[in-house]
């Protein structure tokens, strides 16, 4: 019997020169052993496999005025660049709730902040909707905290994971939930719903304009992948591949805002927001596309009138050129805040 240890097992071979599928980019998805591929990506203007570069940061830093000792919660974790830098504002002394309803990447970006040298005193990760931040905070007798932060984007995790259903652009099965294990999936959502709920849907999530055309083709029929939902809206439109990618957009948020139910949980959120705020309190909250935005600046405007905050910012702070060319997916970002009075 030979005492020579087991050989590792040899890694997944992959089609051409370079890796182009999602779990054949090993080396992305393992930023601490190989940081200098994922360094040479992100330098590329590319999002490095399984991972999501944070938009925005220092912004989202200066809106909220952090100190060290401060206690405060991020409303939407997702992969944890956000996290991260504000560990290191409010440390030592400070304390970070982390919240974000993934099962998937929660337990991933927990060990990824435990790993930078946080630990329980500094920071916790709980799975929870933002909506349930309230909840959280009676949980702990909290009765107010310094900061409330949230990016309201979807995450480049689940964007790009083609097993999670999000992006017209992979093939994979036809799911978009945030949480997996809950809800109905995009293909069981679309099998059950109206004509006339899905226009509407489309109307509301994404301001599609051909909402009606595209709810008739596609309301009560079973897609079980993206690729066959792509083929359908495409085999609807008749146009041509620049107006039909951003259709294909439209309708994959509109269905992706809708089996989420993000809306609904983004308006109790704004409710409960003020009151989870100390006197002198701050929020910066991001948003990613206009039904977002709308909902925000309503609610901030409102709290502004009726005295609930005291300050808020004058506009939306969008990024600049060198951060668009660095990530694209920071085009369409819009940060705002609010001072609680």
Known sequence: ????PPRPPRRKRYRGTNPRGFDEKYKEHD????ATTVARVTASGKTPAGSHIPVLVEACLEALHLQPGGIGVDATLGYGGHALRILEKITPGGHLIGLDQDPIELPKTELRLRHAGFGRDAFEALRSNYAGIAKVLEERGIPGVDFVFADLGCSSMQF?????GFSFKHAGPLDMRMNPHRGLSASDWLARITPEKLAT??????????AESLAAALAGQSFLSTLELVTAIRNTLGARDDEAELTLRRVFQAVRIAV??????????LRLLPDCLKPGGRVALLTFHSGEDRRV?????AGLRSGVFSAMSAGVITADPEEHRLNPRSSPAKLRWAVRA
């Open 201 to 210: 849907a489309l109307h509301e999530n994404a301001d599609e304009p051909r």
């Open 297 to 301: 600046k309503k609610s901030l405007q």
């Open 260 to 269: 989420n139910d993000e809306f609904g949980a983004l308006d109790a959120f």
């Open 1 to 4: 019997m030979s005492d020579e």
């Open 31 to 34: 930023p601490l052993r190989f």
């Open 160 to 164: 790009d994971n083609p097993s999670r």
